[in-house]
C-alpha cells in the first residue's frame, strides 16, 4: 500500500484537527501537572514584572518562547526562562531610553522658545546631540541593553548546545 505524501500545509491541517480533539490532560498527574502552569508563570511574571508593566504580555512573551524551543525537561525551561527575562528586560530598557529622551527634548525645547531658529529640526537634533553627549543616564541604559542582549544570547547559545549532547548528559547538565 503506498504511503500518502503530505505537505506541510497539510500536515499543519491535520495537526489543527487532532488538536481540536484534545480535551486537555485526562489523567490525575498530567492534570496536576497543567494546573501547575500558571502558577509558575506567574510566579515569574510576579518578580520581574513591574506594576505599571503588562504581566499578560510577559506571559505571551513566555509563552511565545516556549512553543518555537519546546523545552523538553527543567534544564532547558530554565534556560528559555532566562531568555524571556533577558528579552523582557531588553524591551523594558528601550522604552526607558526613548522617555528620557522624549522628557530631555521637551525640557529643553521649552526652555529654548525664545532662541528658536527658523529650522525647528535643526533645534531638536542640537538638542539630542547635546543631551547624548551629556547624559549618564542614557549610556547607562545603553549597557543595560547590551547586557540583557549578552545574556538572551547565551541562554540561546546553552539551549542549543545543551540539545546537541546525548540524552544523558542532557539530563544533568
Known sequence: MPSKITTPESRA???RRNGAKSKGPISTPGKANSAKNSLKHGLLARTVVLPNE??????????NLQLQ???????ERHLVETMTVARWRQLRTWGLEKSAIGYELRQRTAANLEMATE??????TLTLRDFTAHSRYLELIS????RFDRQYDRALGRLLSLRNLPQTKREVA
Do not use: G
Open 143 to 146: 549597557h543595560a541593553e547590551t
Open 13 to 15: 491541517e491535520i495537526s
Open 119 to 124: 529650522d525647528d529640526n535643526t533645534q531638536t
Open 54 to 63: 503588562s504581566k499578560d504580555r510577559f506571559v505571551r512573551l513566555l509563552r
Open 69 to 75: 524551543f519546546k523545552p523538553a525537561n527543567a534544564v
